[in-house]
């Protein structure tokens, strides 16, 4: 499952997230067989794609990347992907080779994959010092202080995505991801949090989970469904008003829990 790091869900937007089965070779193997340098600590992905940009009243062309440590890249989920959902990989999804980096947000996936190196250094360019950072405020409003934090990996989330009718009975539907799921609970308005009903099958841990919620007595008007996701570590989804959440400038990464409003026909 590949996300946004934008999608915030305050309003989703369309294209947001997605799901898809990847295939491809093991960036691990690659790096053992290239041998790298002791000094190696970085790894930078530069993808074809590439814009005009000014620095300091200077134009330059620069080409999309982005960069993950030597010791993140090692990991044996990664691939440098060529196959998605059992066919070759279409040219807008990164063809003929793209990054796949699960449990990661999608900016880090880079796709038309051209070249890849290893720095001594972190990588400083325009998505990963610059416009993928999440700035929160840590100080006091009289003496405010900020920390600043490059867009990475995945963060737990949930939602309700939408409320089925059967007759006169109602069920509500969604999905939670970003870390494997130990359960979903719902509430209704300001009533009790109860338990979601997960889907079985889940195929990996980097995969989205399927929920349902049976909704009994549900009564006429408008009403407010708000989830929360726990996962295996027992990490429980934040509320939007966590200091987490609440105190970010910066509208990546927002993975706190997320009302939606629906109207029950009299």
Same mark, same amino acid.
């Given at each position: 499952?590949?996300?946004?790091?934008?999608?915030?869900?305050?309003?989703?937007?369309?294209?947001?997230?997605?799901?898809?089965?990847?295939?491809? &070779?093991?960036?691990?193997?690659?790096?053992?067989?290239?041998?790298?340098?002791?000094?190696? =600590?970085?790894?930078?992905?530069?993808?074809?794609?590439? %814009?005009?940009?000014?620095?300091?009243?200077?134009?330059?062309?620069?080409?999309?990347?982005? =960069?993950? =440590?030597?010791?993140?890249?090692?990991? @044996?989920?990664?691939?440098?992907?060529?196959?998605?959902?059992?066919?070759?990989? #279409?040219?807008? +999804?990164?063809? #003929?080779?793209?990054?796949?980096?699960?449990?990661?947000? %999608?900016?880090? +996936?880079?796709?038309?994959?051209?070249?890849?190196?290893?720095?001594? !250094?972190?990588?400083? +360019?325009? $998505?990963?010092?610059?416009?993928?950072? !999440?700035?929160?405020?840590? %100080?006091?409003?009289?003496? @405010?202080?900020? !920390?600043?934090?490059?867009?990475?990996?995945?963060?737990?989330?949930?939602?309700?995505?939408?409320?089925?009718? +059967?007759g006169d009975q109602y069920r509500i539907e969604g999905a939670a991801?970003?870390?494997?799921?130990?359960?979903?609970?719902?509430?209704?308005?300001?009533?009790?949090w109860q338990s979601a009903e997960l889907a079985s099958g889940q195929?990996?841990?980097?995969?989205? &989970?399927?929920?349902? $919620?049976?909704?009994?007595?549900?009564? =006429?008007?408008?009403?407010?469904?708000? &989830?929360?996701?726990?996962?295996?570590?027992?990490?429980?989804?934040?509320?939007?008003?966590?200091?987490?959440?609440?105190?970010?400038?910066?509208?990546?990464?927002?993975?706190?829990?997320? !009302?939606?409003?629906?109207?029950?026909? %009299?």
């Amino acid at each position: 499952t590949l996300e946004c790091s934008g999608n915030s869900g305050l309003p989703f937007f369309f294209g947001g997230i997605g799901n898809a089965t990847w295939a491809g &070779t093991p960036l691990a193997l690659l790096l053992e067989e290239a041998d790298v340098l002791k000094e190696g =600590s970085e790894v930078v992905f530069f993808g074809a794609d590439k %814009g005009e940009e000014t620095v300091r009243d200077t134009p330059m062309v620069q080409h999309f990347a982005r =960069s993950m =440590s030597l010791e993140e890249a090692m990991h @044996p989920g990664i691939l440098l992907c060529y196959e998605m959902n059992g066919e070759a990989l #279409p040219d807008r +999804n990164g063809a #003929p080779l793209r990054l796949i980096a699960p449990g990661w947000y %999608g900016i880090a +996936n880079v796709k038309w994959l051209e070249r890849i190196e290893i720095w001594d !250094t972190r990588l400083a +360019n325009r $998505f990963m010092a610059r416009d993928y950072v !999440t700035i929160r405020q840590v %100080g006091t409003e009289d003496e @405010p202080k900020w !920390t600043e934090t490059w867009v990475g990996k995945a963060l737990l989330k949930s939602a309700p995505a939408r409320v089925v009718q +059967n007759g006169d009975q109602y069920r509500i539907e969604g999905a939670a991801w970003g870390a494997p799921i130990s359960s979903v609970e719902v509430r209704i308005d300001d009533g009790p949090w109860q338990s979601a009903e997960l889907a079985s099958g889940q195929q990996s841990e980097y995969t989205w &989970t399927f929920w349902t $919620f049976d909704w009994a007595d549900a009564t =006429s008007g408008q009403h407010a469904i708000t &989830t929360r996701a726990t996962d295996t570590d027992g990490n429980v989804q934040p509320t939007q008003d966590d200091p987490l959440i609440a105190n970010k400038i910066t509208y990546w990464e927002s993975n706190g829990q997320i !009302t939606r409003q629906v109207n029950i026909p %009299g």
